[in-house]
Every structure is written in C-alpha cells, then in structure tokens.
C-alpha cells in the first residue's frame, strides 16, 4: 500500500505542537520536536487542516478539496495533492492511522 | 554596575596597574558581558592598551561571561618564534598563532566564547547599527559587505551596535549593542582608509585564515553608550556590487523571515522561542535589499529611509 492507496487514511500528527506563522501565501510551521522549521504553500496548509479535523484517505481529502473550492476535476490538483501527503508524511506532520 | 565603573576605562589604569591586574584576570565590560582576560606577558597589556582603551573596567570580582588566557612563553621559545596560544575556560589550547596575530586571535575567541554561549539573545549573524529612530540590521553572509558598511556607517553619524553579531533581547524585543572593533578584511582595509581618513585601525596582520585584517577600532562615543540598546526599525540585506549603482528594493516579509533563520546563530537551539522572536522581529521591522557600491550613497540612501520610517 503505498502513501495514498485508497485505503489508507491520515490524520495530523497530533503530537507535532507546531508554531505557525504566515506572510501572504506563505506559511511557515516550526515543528518542537525536530526544531525543523517548514514553508508551506497554500495547498499543504489546507492538506493538514483538513486532516486536524478528521482522518481522509487521499481520495476523501481531494474531494473535499474540490467541493470546498467548488471546482471541477483536476488532474493537476490530484497530482499536487497526491504529491503533498507524501512530503507531510516525510516532514512527519501526518500520521497514517 | 555602577555609573563610576562604568566612566573609568582601560585608559585611566596605569602601566604597571594594568599588568597587575592582568596577572590575575582584568575584566573589561564589552557590550553585555563581561571579559576578563589574563596574561603575565606583557604583550597583552600592549595589545589592550592600545586597541581597547575606552573599554569600560569591571569589577575583581564580576562575573565573567568570557575568559581569555595568554600562555605564557620563555624567551627562548620567543626567540625560536614558536606560536603563541591563547585558552579559555576549559583551560586547553583554543589557538596558536604566530606572534602578530594576537589581536586578531582575541577577537576570534571572543567571537567563539559569544556564539557558542550567550543564548540568552537570539543571535543572529548580522552587523547593527542606530539611529535616534531606532536600529538597522544588517544581515549577510561573510563577503556580503557588511562589515564594510558598517564600519562607515560608524562615521557617518551611525552609532556602532556590532558588524556581526545582532543580540535581539527576548523579553524586551530591544537589540542590544555589542560594540567591538570591526575586522577588515583585504580590499575592505583600503577602501576604510581611503572613504574615512579620520578612521583609527590597528595593525595590518597579513596571512590569517581569512587573508589581510585590519582592525576597526569604535570611537570612545560608541563605548560610552554600550548599554542603551534600540528598537529594531529596519532590516536591510547589503550586496556589495562593483560598480553599482544604489539601489534599495523591498524584501518581503516571508524572504526575509527565512534568510533570517539560515543565518543565525542559535536559532534552531533556541526552539519555538527563536521562531517566534524572528517573526516577530520580521513584523516590527520593514526589509529592503541594498545593491551598493558607493558607500556615501548607500549611506545617504539608508539616512533618508530610516528618517521616513520615524516620520
């Protein structure tokens, strides 16, 4: 299964406490535990807000994405989204349940 | 500290009082901390006498945020020309030198004791300097023109903060000064010496790990105000250019933020604190980039901004 196989759902690592701050469009989280400090884009800040909420596979986290911003399909978001949970799940910002 | 230890200087010690008191540990007040160097040789007491005179004493008994040792050496092995070496606190050889480097070897520790321990400052690698309408940091990596700026902004009605070293207090978000000479380094000797005659430097010390130096010595009206410190106003980003015209272009905010936190000292040590501090720091402040290659220019340039930020 491998990071956003339909079956597997995230959620935000509950344990990361992070920091945030924002300019514009660019967010800024630093991480305690690492003293790692991230920037992120947009879709990445939505990505993990979403999932402080509630555990979505990929699937349920694109849909939500499209129904909130009331767009059509996007093959190019699917991709970037897709792309996104990878790079959280290597910062160790979301957690596979 | 009282206000009479904090008139009598370097200067006001007599000869043998000064070596006496080196003997056994002469603190000096330098910005914040308090310094306490020690030698038997008299070539230290020369060396501070001459390049540190307007630094305020501190009391036998201060506690010393930094201490630097001079070994003593026989006259033969001065004879032979064998290295001098300096220690710290830990007692061991920080540094062995040849002879003329002293000055520049004291600097470098003092550097080292600073960087690696006063984390009660966010410290960020940038020089500072103020006006009466607050303070300018000037952050850059070594070769950026910092120094160079900095040292004739000093001249130029600026007061001397630091040329590297921004001390940012966390609880009053005030920057701190650090005034020290400033090391010049290579074309950056002549071209101080060219722009500003009336500039006092110590010897010119060829061959160190970082090629010429030359050291800036502040003027007794930098030392004397050591303790006020200053709101941060602006953050300017100098890039010395060959034959540039002045320009200054904002930064925005999120640039800025993370050049900051790549160029700073203790930021990752100092955790969400750090994190928080520089932003903070980014908000209170407005960030431009400086091209420069004319320092009277640039120093016009950043006069007028930092008159029109307190208007």
């Not at chain 2, 040792?69 to 061991?92: M, N, T």
């Not at chain 2, 400086?290 to 930020?309: F, G, K, P, V």
């Amino acid at each position: 299964m491998n990071a956003t196989s339909p079956e597997r759902r995230w959620r935000a690592d509950p344990a990361a406490r992070l920091v945030w701050r924002r300019w514009g469009e660019a967010h800024f989280a630093f991480d305690p535990r690492s003293s790692q400090t991230h920037f992120l884009n947009e879709l990445a800040v939505e990505l993990y807000s979403q999932l402080q909420n509630a555990p979505l596979t990929a699937d349920e986290l694109y849909r939500a994405v499209l129904a909130r911003h009331d767009i059509d399909a996007d093959e190019a978001l699917r991709e970037a989204l897709d792309a996104t949970i990878m790079v959280l799940d290597r910062l160790g910002l979301i957690v596979a349940t | 500290m009282t206000a009479a230890e904090k008139r009598t200087t370097l200067r006001d010690l007599p000869r043998e009082a000064l070596a006496q008191r080196l003997a056994r540990g002469l603190r000096l007040h330098v910005g914040p901390f308090v310094v306490c160097f020690t030698a038997r040789d008299p070539v230290l007491a020369a060396c501070l006498a001459a390049h540190y005179p307007d630094y305020p004493l501190a009391p036998d008994d201060s506690f010393a945020d930094a201490r630097i040792a001079l070994r003593d050496q026989g006259r033969w092995a001065r004879w032979r020309g064998h290295p001098r070496v300096i220690s710290l606190e830990d007692d061991g050889n920080f540094a062995r030198f040849p002879a003329e480097q002293l000055l520049a070897q004291i600097e470098w520790g003092l550097n080292w004791c600073i960087a690696m321990r006063a984390n009660q400052y966010l410290m960020l690698h940038g020089g500072v300097v103020a006006r009466e309408e607050g303070a300018m940091i000037l952050p850059g990596l070594p070769g950026a023109g910092k120094s160079t700026l900095t040292a004739y902004l000093m001249h130029r009605g600026w007061r001397l903060f630091s040329d590297e070293f921004t001390l940012l207090a966390p609880d009053s978000r005030m920057l701190q000064p650090f005034p020290r000479l400033i090391p010049l380094k290579n074309e950056s000797i002549d071209v101080i010496a060219r722009e500003v005659p009336e500039a006092r430097f110590g010897p010119r010390i060829p061959n160190t790990r970082k090629g010429l130096v030359a050291h800036l010595c502040p003027g007794a009206e930098h030392l004397r105000r050591m303790h006020e410190s200053a709101g941060p106003r602006l953050i300017v980003f100098p890039r010395y250019v060959a034959g540039a015209q002045t320009e200054l272009s904002t930064v925005p905010a999120a640039e800025a933020f993370a050049e900051l936190t790549n160029n700073a000292f203790n930021y990752v040590l100092l955790g969400a604190q750090g994190f928080e501090l520089v932003a903070d720091l980014v908000d209170a402040t407005r960030c431009y980039r400086l091209r420069y290659s004319d320092l009277a220019d640039a120093n016009a340039h950043l006069t007028a901004l930092m008159r029109a930020m307190a208007d």
